[in-house]
């Protein structure tokens, strides 16, 4: 039916009001039937039970229309709300930020002690948090809207005037020392910290800390100064709740209080990834049965027309308990066990992709382990039932996958640093079947056959000696203060 004749019937005036409500019932079924198929089906909220549905989800959404829109039978009401501050600045630009962020948690202001403002955010069933990250900080405030008002005022205050506590900074510093003790004993911390330096070479995100010295030369009054001055600096405020735009806007107006010029951000440090020239092998001793061993090779810039050719050719060739990495690495050969291979995306525009491969195996396995990953990366076979899955599967994971509430705001966020102006995701859906082996055959060969790694290897030097890695590329042991900074 189509569309012209669908608004005649749900405009038209018909003397029996139930058949009225009828076919305007059936008008907004068949609207809604047309755009889930042609749109809908990639962006909204799943409304019904993806095993066994008793709804079908344009029936749900047809039933909202109607019942609550139309009919207006029902009111909708959201009682929660997620406020954020937003700021273009992280650990990159000042590395003393995150301590500040932590700090907070444990201070009070010169009328409220700390466990009283903690009192005081469960009596109204409010939250905030502050997440720092290496380029952006989110402060974000949570709970009942009804206590909206209380709950800003509530953070805001906390944060302009916070009074430094000697003794809970004493025992913070104690817990960050102890933390980074913990960290050198840990292999995961330990590796993640290897493949930065893969990536980014001797100076790098992971080990770009506070080092001993000037971790206890940081004073408590240099980490509130630092909270009472935050809000200087140029932010974008996110909101997700009930409130509309302009009361939201008069509330804000009257609790956060702005500068009346911001103040400059500092200048952050820029961390480029290397380019890899030849096989070079970077190891540290770690003592354990097993080995680890990733492989890490930074390629080209991002691309968005690339971006569906990789989603195919990642769950086919090294994703999930499906890929060829995984059926051959540890189905077939029983060589390691855990093995995946990746290529991942950058989440910035000017970004580099990176590949990312990975065999987990016992030591005395190691070099077989190693060799089979090699075949792998410069000669992938063809399995044609493996890449229909791959393609099923990418597009059930997007036709199930659905981002909601504020998820919706960070989701756009995340598109435009990425300099989209739309969701990638329907662009996958569309194209992924069309996709071929001869399509990722040729990204394989690109960008992984014949190219020289950086082979990340954690293990006991008892079992993994110098002359079993020298076969892999030239050999470099680091210490764990060159991996962590500290």
Request: hydrophobic share 35%; proline share 2%; glycine share 4%.
């Amino acid at each position: 039916m189509k569309i012209s004749i669908l608004k005649e019937i749900a405009t038209s005036n018909f003397k029996n009001d139930s058949q009225a409500k009828a076919l305007k019932l059936i008008a907004i079924y068949l609207h809604i039937c047309k755009l889930h198929d042609e749109e809908l089906q990639y962006l909204y909220q799943r409304y019904t039970n993806n095993d066994n549905p008793e709804f079908t989800d344009q029936e749900m959404i047809t039933l909202y229309l109607f019942v609550v829109q139309q009919e207006q039978r029902f009111k909708v009401s959201q009682t929660l709300f997620t406020l954020s501050y937003r700021f273009d600045m992280g650990s990159w630009n000042n590395k003393t930020l995150p301590l500040a962020a932590q700090y907070l948690q444990f201070l009070g202001t010169d009328k409220t002690s700390a466990e009283a403002i903690i009192k005081a955010f469960y009596n109204i069933a409010c939250n905030y948090n502050i997440a720092v990250g290496t380029d952006l900080t989110t402060v974000t405030i949570t709970g009942l809207r009804e206590n909206f008002d209380n709950a800003v005022s509530l953070f805001e205050n906390l944060l302009a005037n916070c009074k430094a506590d000697e003794g809970a900074f004493t025992a913070f510093k104690g817990r960050i020392e102890k933390a980074r003790e913990n960290n050198k004993l840990n292999k995961a911390t330990i590796m993640r910290g290897l493949i930065q330096y893969a990536m980014y070479g001797p100076n790098n995100p992971y080990n770009y800390q506070l080092s001993k010295a000037e971790l206890n030369s940081v004073t408590a009054e240099q980490l509130t100064t630092m909270l009472h001055n935050f809000m200087n600096y140029k932010h974008t405020v996110l909101y997700y709740g009930p409130a509309a735009i302009t009361s939201l806007a008069t509330t804000l107006g009257k609790l956060h209080t702005m500068p009346a010029q911001f103040a400059v951000t500092p200048v952050a440090r820029v961390f480029d990834k290397t380019s890899q020239s030849s096989n070079q092998v970077l190891f540290v001793d770690y003592d354990m049965v097993q080995s680890e061993v990733y492989w890490v090779r930074n390629t080209s810039n991002y691309n968005p027309d690339n971006t569906t050719t990789i989603n195919v050719f990642n769950t086919y060739f090294g994703a999930g308990m499906g890929s060829i990495v995984f059926q051959t690495i540890r189905e077939s050969k029983a060589l390691a066990y855990s093995t995946f291979a990746q290529y991942v995306s950058p989440d910035k525009k000017d970004g580099r992709y990176s590949e990312i491969a990975y065999v987990g195996t016992q030591a005395d396995k190691m070099n077989d382990a190693i060799h089979g990953m090699n075949e792998l990366l410069n000669d992938m076979p063809e399995n044609n039932t493996l890449l229909q899955n791959a393609r099923q599967g990418i597009k059930q994971d997007i036709a199930t996958e659905r981002i909601t509430q504020d998820g919706i705001i960070y989701n756009y966020l995340a598109a435009q640093k990425l300099g989209l102006d739309y969701d990638y995701r329907k662009q996958v859906f569309e194209m992924a079947d069309k996709i071929n082996f001869a399509d990722i055959q040729k990204f394989h060969d690109d960008n992984l056959k014949d190219k020289p790694y950086v082979y990340c290897v954690l293990g006991s030097e008892k079992k993994i000696t110098p002359e079993i890695l020298k076969q892999y590329g030239d050999v470099k042991k680091l210490t764990l203060e060159e991996i962590f900074g500290y």
